[in-house]
């Protein structure tokens, strides 16, 4: 029995341009600056994520990402003991970022949740990269769709925000949880457009919206494209013209 819920979230306040989350995955705070710089007013929610916060000046660069007045999502990926955890937290819930991701059982997220303030915990469900046979080593059958939705329901009880999920899975997510879970969904690729990377579980971006997606995370598609600015601004379009229907 999911507890009453704590985390209501108004769609409504949510602008279309806040849905799409660009993830800064280069190699360096400057190259970072850099691409955002060329992005320009086409996207205003930004991922950092491991990359950057192993190569130094990630706190340097949330802080300049803020001041600009966008948001941002520290995609740390937590997972340790929930003391750690919970320590990890409270020192990040200063530092101006919105969402942080979280690995686990429901006593990290439970710990995770304890500190969180105005950050927004997001569980990550099961990486969007991950295929049968990366599931098949996690034991003999395990189901992607089950999996997902444990995870999401001990996500709820856990006092967190949301979850990371593949645009496959947020229909059964939303399904079942409604507007008690945001839905952040990375993965996002061209329709008919087999990836040629490590995502395997994609969907495009109307049908991750169409799923039940409150945000999108798109990182290569954007950064890898020849005007990062224009693909950012197409993705926009499409967002504005799923949410003006
Ligand atoms: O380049 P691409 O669009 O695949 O980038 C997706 C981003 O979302 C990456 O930064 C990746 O770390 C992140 N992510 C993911 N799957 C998750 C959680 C985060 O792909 N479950």
Same mark, same amino acid.
């Given at each position: 029995?999911?507890?009453?819920?704590?985390?209501? =979230?108004?769609?409504?306040?949510?602008?279309?341009?806040?849905?799409?989350?660009?993830?800064?995955?280069?190699?360096?705070?400057?190259?970072?600056?850099?691409?955002?710089?060329? &992005?320009?007013?086409?996207?205003?929610?930004?991922k &950092?994520? $491991?990359?950057?916060?192993?190569?130094?000046?990630?706190?340097? =660069? $949330?802080?300049?990402?803020?001041?600009?007045?966008?948001?941002?999502?520290?995609?740390?990926? /937590?997972?340790?003991?929930?003391?750690?955890?919970?320590?990890?937290? %409270?020192? /990040?819930?200063?530092?101006? %970022?919105?969402? /942080?991701?979280?690995?686990?059982?429901?006593?990290?997220?439970?710990?995770?949740?304890?500190?969180?303030? %105005?950050l927004?915990?997001?569980?990550?469900?099961?990486?969007?990269?991950?295929?049968?046979?990366?599931? %098949?080593?996690?034991?003999?059958?395990?189901?992607?769709?089950?999996?997902?939705?444990?995870?999401?329901?001990?996500?709820?009880?856990? !006092?967190?925000?949301?979850?990371?999920?593949?645009?496959?899975?947020?229909?059964?997510?939303?399904?079942?949880? !409604?507007?008690?879970?945001?839905?952040?969904?990375?993965?996002?690729?061209?329709?008919?457009?087999?990836?040629a990377?490590?995502?395997k579980?994609?969907?495009?971006?109307?049908?991750?919206?169409?799923?039940?997606?409150?945000? &999108?995370?798109?990182?290569?598609?954007?950064?890898?494209?020849?005007?990062?600015?224009?693909?950012?601004?197409?993705?926009?379009?499409? &967002?504005g013209?799923?949410?003006?229907?």
């Open positions: 029995m999911i507890p009453a819920p704590m985390n209501e =979230l108004s769609p409504q306040a949510v602008s279309p341009r806040e849905r799409l989350i660009v993830a800064l995955d280069v190699p360096s705070a400057a190259e970072a600056r850099a691409l955002v710089e060329r &992005i320009g007013d086409a996207a205003c929610f930004y &950092i994520g $491991l990359e950057l916060f192993t190569s130094g000046g990630a706190f340097e =660069l $949330l802080e300049w990402l803020v001041a600009r007045g966008n948001k941002v999502f520290a995609d740390l990926k /937590l997972y340790d003991i929930p003391e750690t955890v919970r320590r990890a937290v %409270a020192n /990040l819930r200063a530092s101006g %970022a919105s969402f /942080l991701t979280v690995h686990g059982q429901r006593s990290v997220l439970e710990a995770a949740a304890l500190e969180k303030g %105005a927004k915990i997001l569980a990550v469900t099961v990486l969007t990269s991950f295929d049968k046979s990366d599931l %098949a080593e996690m034991g003999p059958g395990v189901d992607v769709g089950a999996l997902v939705l444990g995870r999401a329901r001990h996500a709820l009880e856990a !006092g967190c925000d949301g979850v990371i999920s593949s645009g496959l899975e947020a229909p059964a997510i939303k399904a079942e949880f !409604g507007r008690r879970l945001l839905v952040v969904t990375p993965g996002i690729r061209a329709a008919g457009n087999r990836p990377d490590d995502q579980r994609t969907v495009d971006v109307a049908q991750a919206f169409a799923n039940g997606a409150d945000y &999108i995370v798109v990182g290569r598609p954007v950064r890898d494209a020849a005007d990062p600015r224009a693909a950012a601004a197409a993705i926009q379009a499409t &967002i013209s799923v949410f003006a229907r």
